[in-house]
Nanobody, 129 residues
Framework: EVQLVESGGGLVQAGGSLTLSCVAS????????LCWFRQAPGKKREGVSC????????WYADSVKGRFTISSDKAKSTTYLRMNSPKPEDTAVYYC??????????????????????WGKGTLVTVSS
């Protein structure tokens, strides 16, 4: 059974830092693309960052570029999102997603959809000003 379990969300002050974790199981983690999406109240879910575990290629949304860092620990089957200098507008439920194709993932994110293979249940991040 495929599982993606997010953790690490909570309340953080603007300008602080927070690290989200996504523990994966039930699929070949090393060969998959892992992404972080987020959904703010009343808004559409949007892609934040992705990493191709097989090649190490990464992608970031313009809104988080230079502040957030995605990484994977293959030994722990875990993908992280380090959030530095978060802003109140980063407040959202953050979801982990996985897909077996980097190319498909890029198309999905560029199209603003969320049609990826597997999803976690999300973790809430609240950034206070």
């Amino acid at each position: 059974e495929v599982q993606l379990v997010e953790s690490g969300g909570g309340l953080v002050q603007a300008g602080g830092s927070l690290t989200l974790s996504c523990v994966a199981s039930g699929f070949a983690f090393d060969d998959y693309t892992l992404c972080w999406f987020r959904q703010a109240p009343g808004k559409k879910r949007e892609g934040v960052s992705c990493i191709d575990n097989s090649e190490g290629t990464t992608w970031y949304a313009d809104s988080v570029k230079g502040r957030f860092t995605i990484s994977s620990d293959k030994a722990k089957s875990t993908t992280y999102l380090r959030m530095n200098s978060p802003k109140p507008e980063d407040t959202a439920v953050y979801y982990c997603a996985a897909d077996n194709s980097w190319l498909h993932t890029v198309v999905v994110v560029a199209a603003g959809t969320d049609e990826l293979g597997y999803w976690g249940k999300g973790t809430l991040v609240t950034v206070s000003s």
